[in-house]
Nanobody, 127 residues
Framework: VQLVESGGGLVQAGGSLRVSCAASGWTFRMYHMGWFRQAQGKEREFVAAIGASGGITYYVDSVKGRFTIARDNPKNTVYLQMDSLKPEDTAAYYC?????????????????????WGQGTQVTVTA
C-alpha cells in the first residue's frame, strides 16, 4: 500500500494550487479518501474527504467554497484543488485512506479512522 502526494509549492495569497495523491498496491476505487494538513507546531487537521465513487464530499468549514476534492478512480488518484489561498492554509498536506466501509462527516474528521498515509507535500502561502 502506497500513497504519494505531489504538487505542493510556494504561492502568493489569492493564488491556486492543486495537490495530487497517487495510490498503489490496493483497489483504490473501493475506498473513501481524505486530505489532512498540519501546520508547524499544530495538530493534524481534517481538510476534506471524498466517497469511494466520488459522489460524497466533506470539507472543514475554513476551506468550504475555496477547496475542491476530487478523484479519478481509473488513475488511482485523488486531488485537492485549492483556490483563493490564504497564509493560514500554509501546512504540509497529507492524503489518507479511510479504513471503514461507510463514511459520514463525523467519521471523516477523525484521523484515527484512516489506516494509510502519504508522506505529505508542503504548501506555503505568502502574504
Amino acid at each position: 500500500v502506497q500513497l504519494v502526494e505531489s504538487g505542493g509549492g510556494l504561492v502568493q495569497a489569492g493564488g491556486s494550487l492543486r495537490v495530487s495523491c497517487a495510490a498503489s498496491g490496493w483497489t483504490f476505487r473501493m475506498y473513501h479518501m481524505g486530505w489532512f494538513r498540519q501546520a508547524q507546531g499544530k495538530e493534524r487537521e481534517f481538510v476534506a474527504a471524498i466517497g469511494a465513487s466520488g459522489g460524497i464530499t466533506y470539507y472543514v468549514d475554513s476551506v468550504k467554497g475555496r477547496f475542491t476534492i476530487a478523484r479519478d478512480n481509473p488513475k488511482n488518484t485523488v486531488y485537492l484543488q485549492m483556490d483563493s489561498l490564504k497564509p493560514e492554509d500554509t501546512a504540509a498536506y497529507y492524503c489518507a485512506r479511510f479504513k471503514g466501509t461507510s463514511v459520514s462527516r463525523s467519521l471523516a474528521l477523525n484521523p484515527e479512522n484512516y489506516d494509510y498515509w502519504g508522506q505529505g507535500t508542503q504548501v506555503t502561502v505568502t502574504a
